[in-house]
């Protein structure tokens, strides 16, 4: 038991790998946009899709290449993403862009979950209260495929956290994705 308390959390992450529930149907988001981010302001790049707003990488950078269009640059590789609708600046130097995904392309998210929760045993709420003793990933994927075989493909961890008398409730992690450019 006392092995579980310790590595419960890793051990499932490697369970996850070999399988996982899913939660709901997959969707086809079709309005996304991307925040710059701000060194002076200390805000991380985010890309956001249908209602899901997500932290990434400061790697990450949005392009207006070609014109019209927005593309996605990173360490890894770059991928048009679409056609820009919208472009805004906040403050001086972060921009935003919004737009949706070039006729042609095909764009999924699914979101799935672990099928065993870990226990969390030590966990204090300093403001009082009662506390969530049960944790569990939830993963995000999207998948965005253009016509010419590009692949972009996005993975989130976050946790949820059994609430007493709540039910499964979600703790959005701040950590970049997990993602790859294929060809």
Known sequence: MIWWVAAGSS???LID????????EPTAPTRFSFDEGSDAAVADPR???GDRSRVVARSW???ERPPGHISLETPEGDVELGVLTRMWTIGEQQRSYE???DSGDVVSYTRRRSRVPWPRP???NWLGGRTAKWG???YH?????KPNGVVLDVVWRDEQRLQPGGGWMDQYDTKPPVFRISK
């Open 17 to 24: 790998r070999i399988t996982t529930a899913p939660e709901g």
């Open 141 to 145: 994927r999207l998948v965005w495929r």
């Open 122 to 124: 030590f966990v204090i």
């Open 136 to 138: 569990r990933f939830v």
């Open 99 to 101: 737009f949706a995904p």
């Open 47 to 49: 890309f956001t899709f």
């Open 11 to 13: 051990l499932i992450a």
């Open 61 to 63: 950078r949005a392009v």
